[in-house]
């Protein structure tokens, strides 16, 4: 039973991740087009590091599962795409490169936040004052893309909602990125 459910959670993470790349197809100009074309991309991509992992499992036996390097490679490309989510959300509404720079740096500190809170959280089982700081982390951290929505994507976006939706879109695909890159960092064989 245990194994069933580790493939699951193992199928759903991939799926996850699947669709969080792909979703860089809503920032094209032709969203119906571009998701599908981003899913058949990254699928071709994931089975190609599949295919080449699993070869390189078989021919070097024993010594392949000690190789970490290559998960955290992945893990580092995945973060790249993490942080860069945002260039790729509000491209199309042509913001000027100094919004860019400073919604990038925003992005990191959101992500090194979120993943500070998390160690807390999980470090913090002793200590109950932690854990408390670790949530209320999370809950300031849930709201900065509401605040950035209200107080400065509302002029970009015909609709209030869309201004919303798309900050809070492009959040939870950092979040999924940003959590995939940082376990593949991590990954210990």
Sequence with gaps: MKKILNTAVNVIGWLALLFALSSIGFATSNPAQGVPLYIIFFLIVFAGVYFYVSKHKHVQGVAGSKNTLFPRILGGVVLIIAILMPWFVFGKINLSSSSYII?????????????????MINKGKKIIILRLLGYLIIIVIAAIPALAAINYFLQYFNRPYDALGTAYWCTVAIAVLAWWGFSFIGKKT
Excluded: S, W
């Excluded at 990038?104 to 992500?111: N, Q, W």
């Design 103 to 119: 919604i990038t740096a925003l992005t990191v500190v959101m992500i090194f936040l979120t993943f500070l809170a998390v160690r």
